[in-house]
């Protein structure tokens, strides 16, 4: 089962990193495809996101040391308009066709960053579950003890999740997009925009991770066997 789990991890960042890397330039000036590929939406959103990168690399370049940050995001968000202009004329579609599309391609690429840590924190949370019952057997001081020690790792849990996964996904998808500087991109992180759900999602998980743990001590226990 871990093994099979480390796999999935594995593609998931491999999925990852698949994007893009022949063109880079910092002067804002598209490199263009050989061959043209359809303009269906997925790909107009890979390349959007392509022109999104060249305009950061060009900021940096030209304006990211002693210009103004107004002056900074204005330099780059010209430069990417420019981009999305030369990416429409190149597939022959109204401009507006390019910049709806952009960020269409996110759901895969936002699952494979994020399912390798969930699974990574699952783990985490069984292990902690074990831990708390081994720590707090029921026979000994009851299922009360257990269950206000849980309560509290969840919430510490939860918080460590919020956090570390944040930085995780920044990390992965510099990688994925080979430019550490994530500029406002980091807005478009799914993780960044649903910090919230997160945190629900990760109490929720520990707390099944508790239960789950807990009903396998109390079977255990009935069989008068080594329940961990």
Request: proline share 4%; aromatic share 10%; with cysteine.
């Amino acid at each position: 089962m871990a093994r099979h789990s480390w796999v999935v991890i594995l593609a998931c960042l491999v999925a990852a990193g698949c994007v893009r890397r022949d063109g880079r330039n910092s002067d804002c000036r598209w490199p263009g495809e050989t061959p043209v590929h359809s303009p269906d939406a997925r790909h107009l959103s890979a390349d959007a996101e392509f022109a999104q990168d060249l305009a950061i690399r060009y900021a940096d370049v030209h304006y990211g040391h002693s210009a103004p940050g107004e002056e900074y995001d204005a330099a780059r968000d010209r430069c990417m308009a420019t981009l999305f202009a030369q990416i429409a004329s190149e597939h022959h579609v109204p401009v507006v066709r390019v910049s709806e599309a952009f960020g269409q391609n996110r759901a895969l690429i936002d699952a494979a960053e994020i399912l390798p840590f969930a699974l990574l924190y699952c783990f985490a949370a069984i292990a902690a579950a074990r831990m708390i019952w081994k720590r707090y057997p029921p026979s000994e001081n009851g299922w009360m003890a257990g269950a206000i020690m849980a309560l509290f790792l969840s919430l510490a849990f939860a918080i460590g999740c919020t956090m570390l996964g944040e930085v995780w996904c920044w990390i992965i998808e510099s990688k994925r997009i080979g430019n550490s500087h994530m500029s406002l991109r980091v807005q478009q992180l799914w993780w960044d925009r649903h910090q919230g759900a997160v945190f629900a999602a990760a109490v929720v998980a520990f707390w099944l991770a508790t239960c789950g743990a807990g009903f396998s001590l109390r079977r255990a226990l009935a069989r008068d066997v080594s329940p961990f």
